[in-house]
């Protein structure tokens, strides 16, 4: 009997790695992937490390495989963005030891800034894909992913989504099997992409393609399981599952754990044995056009995205109720249409999407049934949206950008919640490292629509964001001479995805001491002859700091220096606050801080001593100094 | 089909959801059951809403549950109760705490924290157990536990026996928390066995 244990997907691609002796590991925090590199880690064989972003990550992996050990690189999927170039070149290089590179996608959105469908990439730079739709299948194919990889000479793109990425489910692990790399050997005509090298390895790729397509015919990833063959469903990733949920044995299926290459005759051959296709997937239809591209929907009518939503997450119920229209017919009953705010629209759905595709006699029983039954309307809640902690530094530069009319250029980061409510001191998020470039162009607007007085730029960008891809901006910056001032919010953490290290924060990902990277150095190496260094819980130091950069007409930078309230190791607690009703005057400007120890209590405003760690900025807002701290009381009291 | 049993665990960021949930899923691995888990991260720990899925039985597809799938749902805090409230079956419990605490628009005075989330669930039919766990637990001397009394509430619905969830416990809590978490399981089990 196999002793099993529960793990996340991305714990089951670490320990897949490790087992496939994996030797040395990169990547850049972000969710949801960030935790492949948090197990990895914790593998003594394994070279593991936080890089400054993805694309120095894969570039990294990419040396370290073809200097012969085995190699994974993780990020998210607009991580991926950013290690394109080395993506697409690594597919011309191919490898020596193998290469995994995993993209983790986020289909609603659920921390990031889009939701784009990273199946593509492994069709643009030519490379195998495969996705895992279980912790099991993550752990054993991550192992198959690194025996392809070396077999066909190729990057292997393993993709999972979050529900992958963060759903535990029971996994059977191995032993680790150290594996052997051939001697790093130069190989000119293979390695070094110059035009001349580049052209034939493009054909190269080609060819290579056409194996990997053989191989994924007959691979083990993909299979079908038959049940009625009146429907057959085509699937990945986590779609599968909800398909299954909501089909069970009433269809039959092409699971797909390898979709590209696409496995053409596979797919033809399931075609031929059942009546009608749908293919159920989450996103972009991928692989609704590689089937569509066979022709054979004029014998076996095909839908895809004409009922499956194109866009959010998907979930049982929402794939039951997009085939309504299919099943209920069915059923002998109208299609269901369940249209509270909680759950997906149905309307959307024409009946003639459905075209050729008739209905199929799925019996609306058990889990099905309740999934299409009306349900119930959802409460109107307050909302809880996530807000600054207590004793967060970003907190008193929010509150003193909300009161500036400047324009602010955003980042990704916690931060990103300066552009709620109360702060509402942010105009824009684009992308990682995007303020301060985003913020030049702004400020170059103003520049030339009001020469005469123009208003400012000012980009808020975190540490760890800084230095992932902010330096270049700055630089761009200091190196065309325009005013937009920077606020390096340095909270010494890469906070959002949960404390990982950076260059700044003095250790690396195993926890050693590493060399920290001198922010202020740093800028003005870059050229920026400005730079002032304030404590973010000192309102009026920050306040001070931003109208002296504003009086200089040049870029210059302001390093708000304040640990996160999180960070045991640097953050202090100090003795709380209260409110001293007595002589408050009730006005509320307190609440401006959106602190989660302030709390309206009636006419009054209190403060939570249990959640209040004593950083003051409330008390810097109230005029009447009604706010003090309480550790005169508590001596009194002890 | 053998029927998947869903749990939902709902509260705000901080208040040990994600814990909780793992003891459930090591009571029903020890079973020998299939189980799926999902919870998102992120800004878990940034005072927002939190939601853990746990499906069981003897083969679970999807990790998610669906609005009107969830046969339980243990709220740790009273309005996080009433948000998901749509998520239950027909015949499904909530078992809830009746602790509140305030959410971003009601801390800046914009809301007011509602105060018939009881009766409006009440008057739609969905049967909610309410307790006070946080007051169990600060009783036991330390509130943090409230997530494992109300774990302990909720282990009188399920057919487990008391060792197999005493065992998860002990599994999944590190060993100098076990003794006071047991403590607050049985206390939790009291407030549901009558």
């Known amino acids: ?638 | 089909m053998s029927e998947t049993t869903n749990v939902m665990l709902v509260g705000v960021g901080g208040q040990g959801t994600i814990l909780a949930s793992r003891v459930l899923a090591q009571l029903l691995l020890d079973a020998g059951l299939d189980v799926k888990m999902s919870e998102v991260h992120g800004m878990a720990q940034r005072g927002g809403s939190v939601t853990t899925h746990v499906r069981f039985g003897r083969r679970v597809a999807a990790p998610t549950i669906s609005p009107g799938q969830a046969h339980f749902i243990l709220a740790f805090e009273c309005m996080e109760a009433s948000r998901y409230a749509h998520y239950l079956t027909k015949d499904g419990v909530i078992i809830a705490n009746t602790r509140r605490i305030p959410s971003l628009p009601i801390l800046i005075g914009r809301e007011a924290y509602p105060d018939d989330i009881a009766s409006r669930l009440a008057s739609r039919c969905i049967d909610a157990r309410w307790l006070d766990a946080s007051a169990v637990a600060a009783g036991l001397g330390n509130v943090r536990v409230e997530n494992t009394v109300l774990l302990g509430a909720f282990s009188t619905f399920l057919a487990f026996p008391e060792d197999a969830w005493k065992q998860a416990l002990g599994t999944v809590i590190p060993t100098k928390h076990v003794e006071l978490n047991l403590a607050a399981f049985a206390a939790g089990r009291r407030l549901t066995q009558q």
């Open chain 1, 1 to 638: 009997m196999y002793l099993k244990t529960l793990m996340s997907g991305n714990e089951a691609i670490a320990r897949g790695a490790w087992e496939a002796g994996v030797r040395f590991a990169s990547a850049y925090p972000g969710t949801p992937s960030t935790e492949i590199l948090e197990n990895i880690a914790r593998y003594r064989e394994v070279r593991s490390q936080w890089s400054v972003n993805e694309k120095t990550a894969l570039e990294a992996a990419l040396g370290a495989s073809l200097g012969g050990v085995r190699t994974l690189c993780a990020m998210k999927h607009v991580g991926l963005n950013v290690a394109a170039d080395p993506l697409f070149s690594s597919s011309y290089t191919g490898v020596n030891a193998g290469l995994v590179i995993v993209t983790a996608d986020d289909p609603g959105c659920h921390s990031s800034q889009n939701e784009q469908d990273n199946r593509y990439y492994a069709q643009a730079a030519k490379l195998p894909l495969i996705e895992p739709s279980d912790s099991q299948e993550a752990l054993d194919f991550t192992r198959m992913a690194f025996e392809l990889s070396e077999e066909y000479d190729t990057p292997v793109l393993l993709r999972v989504t979050t529900r992958i990425a963060h759903g535990k489910s029971p996994v059977t692990t191995w032993e680790r099997a150290e594996a052997t790399a051939p001697a790093y050997e130069r190989a000119m005509t293979k390695h070094v992409l110059v035009p001349a090298v580049a052209r034939p390895r493009h054909t190269a790729v080609e060819e290579r393609l056409a194996r990997l397509q053989a191989y994924a015919e007959s691979s083990p990833m993909n299979r079908i399981e038959w049940g009625s063959t009146r429907l057959g469903v085509i699937s990945s990733g986590v779609a599968y599952q909800y398909a299954r949920e909501v089909l069970g044995d009433n269809a039959s299926y092409l699971k797909l754990g390898m979709s590209f290459p696409f496995p053409a005759a596979l797919a033809r051959s399931f075609i031929s044995q059942v009546e009608q296709v749908i293919i159920i997937e989450e996103l972009e239809p991928f692989l609704e056009q590689a089937v569509r591209a066979l022709g054979m929907g004029d014998e076996h009518p095909i839908v895809g995205k004409s009922l499956i939503p194109r866009t959010g997450e998907l979930d049982s119920r929402t794939v039951a109720l997009s085939l309504a229209p299919a099943l209920a017919a069915a059923n002998g009953r109208p299609a269901v249409a369940d249209r509270t705010p909680a759950n997906p629209p149905t309307d959307g759905v024409d009946p003639g999407a459905l075209g050729a595709f008739g209905t199929f006699g799925t019996p609306a029983t058990g889990e099905l049934a309740s999934l299409l039954a009306p349900g119930r309307t959802a409460e109107q809640a307050v909302g809880r949206p996530p807000m600054f902690c207590a004793g967060c530094p970003h907190r008193g530069v929010f509150y003193e950008l909300g009161r500036l009319p400047v324009m602010v250029s955003g980042d990704i980061g916690c931060y990103a919640l300066g552009a709620m409510p109360p702060f509402s001191a942010i105009d824009t998020c684009i992308d990682m490292g995007a303020s301060i470039a985003a913020g030049l162009g702004f400020q170059a607007a103003l520049d030339i629509l009001k020469p005469d007085k123009p208003a400012r730029t000012i980009a808020v960008i975190g540490d760890s964001t800084f230095f992932h891809s902010g330096m270049t901006g700055l630089l761009d910056a200091a190196y065309n001479g325009v005013g937009v001032i920077t606020i390096i919010l340095d909270n010494r953490i890469t906070a959002m995805t949960g404390h990982q290290e950076n260059p700044g924060s003095g250790f690396t990902l195993s926890g050693a001491p590493a060399r920290e990277a001198e922010l202020e150095t740093l800028v003005r190496a870059i050229g920026i002859e400005m730079v002032q260094t304030v404590d973010p819980f000192d309102l009026a130091q920050v306040r001070e700091a931003i109208e002296s950069a504003m009086g200089n007409p040049g870029p210059s930078v302001i390093i708000a220096r304040g640990p996160c309230a999180l960070l045991r190791r640097l953050a202090v607690r100090r003795p709380a606050y209260q409110v001293d009703q007595d002589t408050c005057r009730k006005c509320k400007a307190c609440l401006h801080v959106a602190c989660p120890a302030l709390y309206v209590d009636g006419e009054n405003v209190q403060i939570d001593a249990e959640t209040c760690v004593g950083c003051g900025v409330c008390s810097q807002v109230c005029r009447f100094g009604s706010i003090r701290q309480t550790d005169a009381a508590k001596d009194g009291d002890e």
